[in-house]
């Protein structure tokens, strides 16, 4: 029966197991509550935990794929400049070149900007269809660096990269950047004020006087652009 099972009874200064027991130092007391023991078996089952207290684990990087976007800029930029350079000038841009010709504060139907842009291309290489287009070809470079910029900081490598291609690609803004009309520093302006904006609420208030900047491009490149 009950009284045939053998008893282990603790010895003398040794509490039973699963019973506190009180020490005193000093008037302080504390309190030792060893759990129970379930062999030996069990405690060599797991791993000794490490007094060391753990390094909280870093977020993902949002920012990356740098480089990636460099060369996707630089190859649809490469490609632009030599149609550029096969494509004849248009009705409009040598409108425009005749601005460049005349410097004014504005014209009948446009800012002046598209002007004072023409002018320093084709002062430095001469009238050619190759100067004539070049700011065109360098504002769209700067527009897809920025873009890529803003999609960075919402979206991560992947997204940087995706927008990088996408603006390549798109016949409307790709093809269209090869020709120099004031849609060129606008698109650049737009793009701008939108990734100025973006930095502002994440990095600070200041950046709002760059957004302030691009805007006024804006409205400086079309009447309606501001």
């Known amino acids: 029966g ?11 200064g040794q509490a039973p197991v699963g019973v506190g027991v ?17 062999g030996r078996e ?29 060369a996707v800029v630089l190859a649809g930029a490469a490609a632009r400049l030599v149609l550029a350079a096969l494509v004849p000038i248009t009705v409009d841009e040598a409108y425009y070149v005749d601005w460049a010709r005349h410097l004014q ?19 430095l290489l001469g009238t ?18 920025l873009a890529a910029s803003l999609a960075r900081a919402r979206g991560g490598r992947a997204a940087a990269i995706a927008i990088a291609l996408l603006l390549q690609a798109a016949p409307v803004f790709s093809l269209g950047a090869t020709l120099m009309t004031p849609d060129a520093p606008l698109a ?13 609420f994440r990095l600070g208030p200041r950046w709002f006087l760059a957004a302030g900047a ?10 309606h652009g501001g």
């Open 2 to 12: 009950l009284a045939e099972l053998p008893v282990e009874l603790p010895r003398v």
């Open 22 to 38: 009180e020490r005193r130092h000093g008037g302080i007391v504390a309190q030792d509550r060893p759990g129970l023991d379930n």
């Open 42 to 70: 069990n405690r060599e089952a797991g791993p000794p935990m490490s007094s060391e207290p753990l390094e909280p684990r870093a977020p993902p990087a949002s920012g990356g794929g740098e480089r990636v976007v460099l």
């Open 105 to 123: 504060l504005g014209y009948y139907d446009h800012p002046p900007l598209v002007g004072w842009l023409l002018a320093p291309s084709l002062a």
């Open 128 to 145: 050619s269809t190759f100067s004539v287009r070049l700011p065109a070809v360098l504002l769209q470079a700067l527009t897809t660096l």
């Open 188 to 200: 650049l302006a737009w793009i701008g004020a939108l990734w100025a904006v973006e930095r502002a």
């Open 214 to 223: 691009f805007l006024g491009m804006a409205a400086l490149s079309k009447l």
